[in-house]
DNA sequence: CATGAATGAGGATTCATTCAT
DNA sequence: AATGAATGAATCCTCATTCAT
């Protein structure tokens, strides 16, 4: 009785593998037709497997929705926004940061769609979850980044939550517009030069009166 | 024989507050469920009509989701964002820009949400209409506005369309992420002292060695 | 607005038949397939309906089942099973209560079969109006008639209760076993005949050495 | 080559014994669930195995169901109901009868609560099968008894069929609508004197005017 | 025009059964 | 012989849409 042909561990590994298998559809359908739209049928078509077999990895449909970013984006980004080598000149690390973030935003087209569809309708706790894993990610590292550059004087002393959010916002609204809404490109620039001008843009501002 | 009751022209305005009320409805309703989610039957309850007489206004479900943007939004937005005044400085005139962007916001939080949920999910046609109905509205407005000032010497020289969304996204971001998001308030500010520190920071940048 | 073209009266008898008629499908097939082996189109097609149709009139396949004896079986009991006219000698009385019952069971031997199928599986408040839909209100009639009797020294001075049920059984199981259970007569007496002799046994007992 | 490790013997042994265990835990979810709510699943792990050995045990679903009675009921209940000593006086014998009865009923109200579910939707053979080996075995050999005491003029000459099935269905109805309808006791009596105020009312009847 | 009952296609989910290991 | 992951048919229920009144 109970003979294990398969090792505990090459059984999880195995098991990890067809999740993932199937969120990897899983996020694709529901960023095409959101959450609502998306069916286990078309799910299951685009994962390989049949639709009993989501079932035995996920509890429900919306169990697939809330392990998106906790399987899919947690460890790139964890792996990317790590309290290092901040000291570099402003210009070179906000520049590097912008350009890491277009990076797993880029990879993640996708999640993002879902999110900004799916976020507004879920319950508090599931919005906290989602929200934690993804844009207050960024967010937060930023802000320590700011309270302790802030600190040093090599930034002028407003609320670095303000920092944070406006320096992240400026790109991330390019980005959103562009690849989430529009679906097209629409300014004649590249992510990198417009990174370039916006980090240009935060640090000594718009107006061109600087010399006076 | 039978003499008309009401004017050609009273019927019509009949007819339209109709719309209006059953699209008030829809937005309430597809904000807080999502397209998909919301039901005509809870529409109709919410308008106060019964499920049928929707059909008498709108081709289908869809249809209401279409007529939102140009039935609720395109009139106050005119309103505001007209090329008249300019002539401020600029310190003023992007505040009170920020602050009428943000007055509509507010009193559409609802249609951001159904916006970002439905707009990537549209097909083209329906997504361009959409989005130039809405954000592309204000993002033009400033992006003319930007194009002027730069040749008047008043800003430096950079892309006018990237002087738009960044100035745009800095708060916009505040706004989605707190009322659409997270859907409560994390940054101790009002946002009237948020636009003036953002107005402050996009055009003197947020460096600290200004003075050097 | 709201010009209703039906009386509300006409609307609720309308609604009133179209429950019944749903029911008494729905009984049809629980008592042929069981609770679980029914199946709602099986139950729409009987009854000459949408499957849809049917969760107009009522909440989900369930509630179906717990209407039964309130809507199907209640009204032809109460008539028959009222605290009349019980100056009969014990034998007619008796003898007239068989009778009653057994038209009533034979009547209703499909919500029998789905009382014997699901109650023992429902939860308790269920299982509680259930019962004292059917088996039980006879058995209560009955109890309430041997208290009366056996104060007036008609019956001898046992348990009401047992009395009640025990004649109650005499004649039941004979129904139920060949109605329910085996599904043919297999004793070569008229139901009138059993009657007779159960109450006659019921009355007199069993032996023979009376005389002694 | 390969030596048998176990006798042909001890084989069929674990088999039967294997068979056992998993009936008894179908016997259980039977008869909490009913048949249709049973599953495989919930059976398996009742009987600590997997889903698959119940397949190299019965060939499927109904295989089990139909199975219980067989393996489950037969011995015992051979065992008690034997044609033996019958010598006693009446009210002793049907007494022993009557909580040997009880006896069985109670060890076995889970089966007794299935056969009451699925009996009325099995088909004619298995539902013959399935009574013989339950109800109808105590109820024939109750027959016989009266047929051979009413030869000896022990008993009334009445239909010694209405004879069995009567007495035991004076107490069976007891046993059953407060075993298996209700789920509790509503009659402040232990079986034992309900047996014996039964007993008493069948031999001798509920009149009080014996005397006359 | 307004109503809301009826419709039935569509989709999430369950679960008996199989079969590779 | 035992396992349990995979399968997919079966089924309950929802809801956009229609249409008779």
């Known amino acids: 009785m109970m003979t294990p042909r398969l090792s505990v561990q090459r059984k999880e590994q195995l098991e990890s593998e067809r999740k993932a298998q199937i969120l990897r559809a899983a996020l694709t359908v529901f960023a095409r037709k959101g959450f609502r739209g998306a069916t286990i049928a078309e799910i299951a078509k685009k994962a390989g497997v049949s639709e009993g077999t989501i079932y035995n990895y996920f509890r429900n ?75 207050l990610f960024v967010s937060d590292f930023l802000e320590k980044y700011f309270q302790k550059e802030i ?29 989430i809404l529009l679906g097209k490109r629409t300014v004649p620039l590249t992510y990198e030069e417009i990174a370039k001008e916006a980090v240009d843009l935060f640090l000594h501002g718009a107006l061109a009166s600087k010399a006076n």
Do not use: C, W
């Open 61 to 135: 449909k919306e169990d697939l929705l809330l392990s998106l970013p906790r399987e899919i984006l947690a460890p790139p980004l964890a792996a990317h926004f790590s309290p290092e080598k901040e000291a570099e000149s402003p210009q070179n690390f906000l520049e590097k940061v912008l350009m890491a973030s277009l990076e797993q935003f880029t990879a993640n087209v996708d999640l993002i769609r879902v999110l900004l569809a799916s976020v507004p309708v879920m319950d508090e706790a599931a919005r906290e979850e989602y929200l934690r894993r993804t844009v």
């Open 151 to 179: 600190a040093r004087g090599t930034y002028r002393s407003l609320h670095p939550s303000v920092l944070a959010r406006t320096f992240f916002g400026m790109f991330f609204v390019f980005f959103v517009t562009q690849e």
